[in-house]
């Protein structure tokens, strides 16, 4: 066994010991193994006999000199029986160390100097078409639309250099559509005699038109405030009050002389309101030439038709029957011209700007017992009952009381003149401290389409009916103005041939 480990110890140029598993060198390459020490203490030997791999690097009491231990157990028939230990000089080691690191440095630098041109390629591969997405991207930011990215390949970053190409091309088309709209829309709200503003919702101005400047006399400066410009505190009011009750507001109002009409709402987005602003004053001004024509007018047929009307009596006085019967009709539409009359000059006078009237206590059970009881004879005339429903206390308003009359008279005989069967019903009661009147008739009713419009001037639903009934078409106009000075509202229900009730609230 010696010669063998000898052999072999020359072969490879270390020494090789064979040590038994209780410490006793058996064979070594290098000395006699009889004059040999026991090894069972040595560290790498116990890690051996242990199953393990075991290494010491130690002063060698034999050579006389630093070596490096490598141990082996070797196995048979299931346990450890012998350590193979190899062993050189730690001289040696280096040496070899050395030489290896030297001839592994240079295949190292060439692979690290590889490495890193290929990393810069990648790099530039990479960051070069970034950096030009970058650029396009910060270009198309401050709206220059027409700036490609001309990135060739198959990959992800030429995928996203064509997709990028195809979304400012849109944005272009986009941008060029949005801006056509505005001047579309800039040149119909400029050129327009309507005021508009838009303010957002906080108050800052975002749209105005030249009409408004013209008609406000306010220079307005876009997002600014509507408050720092507007000094009219009723078109503030207005704008408040559309911002607190987010419903539409309409006002009239008069600025350097002139009528406006102010409205102003919520747009339909709940963030914008719009202010229109329309001038009125030529159409006031026609309205008045046009009451004034017919006040005027008024007043000069007033004097001629009362003449007539007292020479027809005694012309009548003296003719033949055949002769007074084509007088009748004269002075039927005599009287008829004189009551348009009236009540044209009537309304005239209710229309007038600031006007005063005698305010009094005035005792309602008693006025509406009053006008009953003289029209009840027309009722009873077409056989129609005129019923009264009073509250066993008195209800008082305050008020002109000859104009209150009027408003009943003429409420209560335009129920008898449409109704020709059944009857009319007048009804009083007071809640919340006002006095609340209903006449209601069973006559022929008011279509739907006409009652928003029965207010109005010689308005009558059925013009035959009311030539007829002498009618003048003037009364409900009349009606309303005397509610109107009252501070009163005034409604109508009412359905054809079934009966039409007016409700009067004081």
Same mark, same amino acid.
């Given at each position: 066994m010696n010669k063998t480990v000898v052999k072999l110890g020359q072969l490879s140029g270390a020494r090789i010991t064979i040590i038994k598993n209780d410490g006793k060198v058996l064979a070594d390459s290098k000395e006699n193994p009889d004059e040999m020490e026991n090894h069972a203490k040595r560290p790498e030997v116990v890690k051996a006999i242990a199953g393990k791999v075991g290494s010491s690097v130690r002063y060698s009491s034999t050579l006389r000199k630093n070596m490096l231990y490598v141990a082996l157990p070797a196995e048979k028939s299931g346990g450890i029986s012998y350590v193979v230990r190899i062993s050189m000089f730690s001289q040696d080691v280096n040496k070899l160390l050395s030489s290896l690191t030297k001839v592994m440095i240079i295949p190292t630098m060439v692979l690290l100097l590889f490495a890193a041109i290929i990393s810069i390629l990648i790099a530039r591969t990479v960051s070069t078409p970034i950096k030009r997405l970058m650029i396009a991207s910060r270009a198309v930011s401050q709206g220059e639309?027409?700036?490609?990215?001309?990135i060739t390949g198959c990959d992800e970053v030429g995928e996203l250099a064509l997709h990028f190409n195809e979304m400012t091309e849109h944005l272009s088309d986009y941008v060029l559509e949005i801006s056509s709209q505005k001047d579309t829309l800039n040149a119909v709200v400029n050129n327009i005699s309507e005021g508009i503003i838009a303010l957002e919702i906080d108050g800052r101005v975002q749209l105005f038109n030249k009409a408004v400047i013209k008609l406000l006399g306010v220079e307005f400066v876009l997002g600014k405030f509507y408050w720092e410009m507007v000094r009219e505190p009723e078109i503030v009011t207005l704008i408040e009050k559309v911002i607190s009750t987010k419903k539409k507001i309409k006002n009239q109002i008069e600025i350097n002389d002139k009528q406006l009409i102010c409205t102003g709402v919520i747009s339909d987005s709940g963030d914008h309101i719009i202010i229109s602003v329309f001038d009125i004053t030529d159409i006031i001004e026609l309205s008045k030439i046009k009451k004034d024509f017919?006040?005027?007018?008024?007043?000069?047929?007033k004097t001629p038709l009362t003449s007539i009307n007292g020479f027809l009596d005694l012309a009548m006085e003296g003719c033949d029957c055949e002769t007074n019967k084509y007088l009748e009709v004269v002075k039927r539409n005599t009287q008829r011209l004189i009551n348009i009359?009236?009540?044209?000059?009537?309304?005239?006078?209710?229309?007038? !700007? @600031?006007?005063? %009237?005698?305010s009094r206590e005035i005792n309602i059970n008693s006025l509406i017992q009053n006008i009953t009881a003289f029209l009840e004879i027309k009722a009873k005339e077409k056989n129609l009952y005129l019923k009264i429903k009073l509250p066993e206390e008195d209800i008082?308003? !305050? @008020?002109?009381? %000859?104009?209150?009359?009027?408003?009943l008279v003429n409420l209560i005989d335009n129920a008898i003149k449409y109704t020709e069967s059944g009857g009319v019903t007048v009804t009083l009661k007071s809640k919340n401290g006002k006095a609340i009147i209903s006449v209601a008739d069973t006559g022929i009713g008011i279509a739907e389409k006409?009652?928003?419009?029965?207010?109005e001037r010689f308005y009558v639903s059925d013009k035959a009916r009311s030539r007829k009934s002498g009618g003048?078409?003037?009364?409900?106009?009349?009606?309303?103005?005397?509610?109107?000075?009252?501070?009163?509202?005034?409604?109508?229900?009412?359905?054809?041939?079934?009966?039409?009730?007016f409700i009067v609230v004081l």
């Open positions: 639309f027409s700036h490609k990215v001309n017919v006040t005027n007018a008024s007043h000069e047929l009359v009236n009540d044209l000059l009537t309304l005239a006078e209710l229309e007038k !700007k @600031g006007l005063k %009237f005698d008082f308003i !305050k @008020g002109d009381e %000859f104009k209150i009359e009027q408003l006409d009652i928003s419009r029965i207010f003048t078409g003037l009364g409900l106009s009349i009606v309303k103005h005397i509610v109107m000075i009252h501070d009163g509202k005034i409604s109508v229900k009412s359905k054809p041939d079934k009966g039409t009730e």
